[in-house]
């Protein structure tokens, strides 16, 4: 390699969970790697995100006593593949891949080090299809002390919870008026932070929690980080990439890599051009991700040569933005309001139409697919006084007082009746009293016969177990509110195209030498479909755990 600055084995573009997953790997078998993030902070969307990855047949699942395998994961991800068409990123060498290599991506990180566990019930999306798993099939990180990062603590990105309480203690929270396990919690997660107070200590949770364990593992090993280093360029000979094109102190700063790139620099999240390009009605306004979730390493690899798939996919992610959050790093998510009993969505002619207790992607591609024949962007959630005795709504409490701006500006609708409400929301009174007393019927009978809801363990358990039905609950006491609720997304889902072995492929299904993608760069291994919690931060691990296996000939 010619005409380079300096070189490493290995150079991997963005900081997220695969990143380091990849580090680790290279590190373990004594290679050099340098990890460069163009932001100032280390972590990417992973470290904001919930942290949580989808990993079947995984050794805490084994720990608990909860049956699963490699054939029965199969079996639910080809289930769920072959409902869609066009899921070039879902091979069936990709899918094994995943499964297979997912188990002993676990067990290495684990052997590293990072303390990991799985949330004791967290039920796949579609747990009723062939080889579902209700118990779900989630692998997450204990809390992390952030001080244990000394003087780095303030490079790692930092999560949209300041909880210093567990993922599994927090998604009981929710039911704090109605269930002395979730008073228990409370007090638990007190006395945790009057502990931590006093013995100066700062716990993580979700995604920073992983991340910051991730980051402290890196560090130990050697790995080496530079922030504010964008990556313009990827290098190539003969056909091959050989290093990339950055910058340190302000200057063009050519690197090299001998065993190759691995590009895990996110999506397009934050590109508006290229979301009016492949998926119209969606906004940067409405997104999660890390402001580096432009998608200018995406169009690189394309302008290489790369083929790209699933690009009109995104990990969707229902909210509502209260007045003042217009422009909040992190924007209220609303999964749990039209799941819960007594709540439902209507388009904009006052229309239910989907299941509302679905997952978050399948929500928000009901939402965008409706909109192309009846407005229905954004929808309205629409709910009763019953619904905000028992349900949080955007973090105040059940039974809480609201704001008042929230009424005022508009933000949150509230009338007597539901034909008053309807006007405030300009839909047809008669068409959303219509639509109202059918979902009444079907509460009274005890099944949603438009489109079966509740009858999933995960329609349940996103409800409400508490109650009598934990997804179904009429709309009939006043005073009767409604919500806008947009699609919003936590990443895109389409990217280059890679094979099993993390190498991104050209048009024709040759490899790009020395190029490897995971991560929301690459069109996802799960096609069209979203199998569980963790279903984007597990293959970012996987494929990096993967695609540094390859390049030091490990696997």
């Not at 998510?333 to 969505?345: K, N």
């Amino acid at each position: 390699m010619g005409g380079f600055a300096e070189s490493y084995d290995f150079v991997v573009v963005g900081s997220g969970g695969g990143s380091m997953c990849a580090a680790l790997r290279l590190r373990a078998a004594g290679k050099s790697v340098l990890i460069l993030e163009k932001t100032p902070l280390i972590g990417g969307t992973s470290a904001r995100s919930g942290g949580v990855m989808w990993i079947p047949n995984n050794r805490f699942m084994k720990r608990d006593g909860i049956e699963d395998s490699s054939e029965k994961a199969l079996t639910y991800l080809n289930h769920l593949v072959s409902q869609t068409s066009d899921s070039p990123g879902a091979t069936p060498a990709r899918l094994r891949t995943y499964v297979d290599q997912g188990t002993r991506m676990v067990d290495f990180l684990v052997d590293q080090g990072i303390r990991l566990n799985r949330v004791s019930y967290w039920p796949d999306y579609y747990d009723e299809a062939p080889g579902g798993s209700e118990a779900g099939r989630t692998v997450v990180a204990d809390l992390f002390n952030l001080n244990e990062l000394g003087d780095q603590k303030s490079r790692l990105r930092p999560n949209f919870i300041s909880l210093m309480s567990t993922l599994d203690e927090m998604l009981k929270l929710r039911f704090i008026k109605q269930s002395w396990e979730s008073k228990r919690i409370a007090v638990r997660f007190g006395l945790r932070t009057i502990f931590a107070k006093l013995t100066g200590k700062h716990y993580v949770t979700a995604g920073a929690a992983l991340q910051g364990r991730m980051f402290q593992a890196a560090l130990k090993a050697k790995v080496e980080f530079r922030t504010e280093a964008p990556v313009s360029e990827l290098i190539l000979e003969d056909g091959a990439v050989k290093g990339v094109l950055t910058v340190k102190n302000g200057e063009p700063h050519r690197i090299g890599a001998r065993l190759g790139v691995l590009v895990n620099a996110g999506g397009f999240s934050r590109n508006q051009a290229m979301r009016n390009t492949y998926m119209p009605h969606t906004s940067t306004r409405w997104t999660n991700t890390a402001e580096g979730d432009t998608g200018e390493m995406i169009l690189e690899m394309m302008r290489r040569g790369a083929a790209v798939g699933q690009m009109d996919e995104m990990v969707g992610n229902q909210m509502s933005i209260p007045p003042g959050m217009e422009n909040a790093t992190i924007k209220p998510v609303v999964q749990g309001v039209t799941a819960s009993p007594h709540a439902i969505l209507v388009d904009q002619s006052g229309v239910r139409y989907m299941n509302e207790a679905g997952s978050y992607m399948a929500y928000c591609k009901g939402m965008l697919t409706r909109h192309r024949e009846v407005p229905a962007v954004p929808s309205w959630a629409v709910f009763d006084e019953q619904f905000m005795k028992i349900a949080m709504l955007i973090d105040t409490l059940p039974g809480s007082k609201k704001p008042a701006e929230w009424f005022t500006s508009g933000f949150l609708k509230r009338a007597d009746t539901v034909e008053e409400l309807a006007r405030l929301i300009d839909v047809d009174p008669v068409a959303l009293r219509g639509t109202v007393d059918r979902f009444n019927g079907f509460v009274a009978n005890g099944h949603d016969d438009d489109f079966n809801r509740g009858d999933r363990a995960y329609d349940r358990w996103l409800g409400n177990v508490h109650q009598a039905n934990a997804s179904l609950g009429s709309i009939e006491h006043g005073p009767f509110y409604a919500m806008q609720v947009v699609p919003g997304d936590v990443g895109t889902y389409g990217g280059v195209l890679t094979d099993e072995n993390a190498r991104v492929l050209r048009e024709d299904g040759s490899v790009i030498e020395g190029l490897y993608a995971t991560g929301i760069s690459t069109a996802s291994v799960m096609g069209r479909a979203y199998p569980g919690a963790g279903s984007s931060v597990g293959p970012s691990f996987v494929w990096g755990y993967v695609a540094a296996g390859h390049a030091a000939r490990l696997n």
